[in-house]
């Protein structure tokens, strides 16, 4: 019954072999400001363009604590365990308390993609919100030429569920250095508790840590 009263996520980290998930701090922005610029986050997300100092400010100091305290999610910034050094952002949005189901976006460094942290971050907060949270669904959205992101929901065990057209603005850059919006489908994911059965023991074999572990 406790549970089902709650309309705030904890504040808490989350820790695999390899990351930590935690919320942001103001040594983060920097690094942040960075990775908000780079050219495929431009190109698939919603976010201001350039991303300013300021713009990772409001984000770190403001926008982020309230999507928790607020009851509208959690923002994690992912780490790297041994250097601290950040890797990404999971953020959790759009939560319905009453259905116990919630949407996730992520976001990863340039640096750090090819490495599987994208995939290890999203399967240990799926893993902390079926196994700790008592959540029945998560949802997530790519865009349609999005294949990446694409490949961090399959190897987690999503289902697709279906094709929500012409819903997004992508962007795209043009020979003169310019971002021109573009319109674009989005590719509706979930998983559900059930769909984790097995992904630990793929993930294993592949050689990414399943293991999280959460204070």
Known sequence: MELRMTTTFPSISISTDRLVLRAYEEADIPAFVEMMNDELVVAWTAVPHPYTRADAE?????IAPAERTEG?????AVTEFLT????GTVHLHNTNW???ATEVAYVTAPWARGEGYAT?????VAQWLFGDRGFERLELRTAADNTASQQVAQK?????EGVLRNAWIARSQTESGEWADIRTDLIVWSLLPEDLDGVADQMAEAGYSTYADWS
Not at 58 to 62: D, E, G, N, Q
Not at 120 to 124: D, G, I, M, P, R
């Open 58 to 62: 409001t984000w770190v100091r403001r």
């Open 72 to 76: 509208r999610g959690i923002v994690f």
């Open 156 to 160: 987690i065990g999503c289902i697709s």
């Open 98 to 100: 009453r259905t116990r």
């Open 84 to 87: 601290q050094r950040l890797v």
């Open 120 to 124: 290890e971050s999203v399967l240990a």
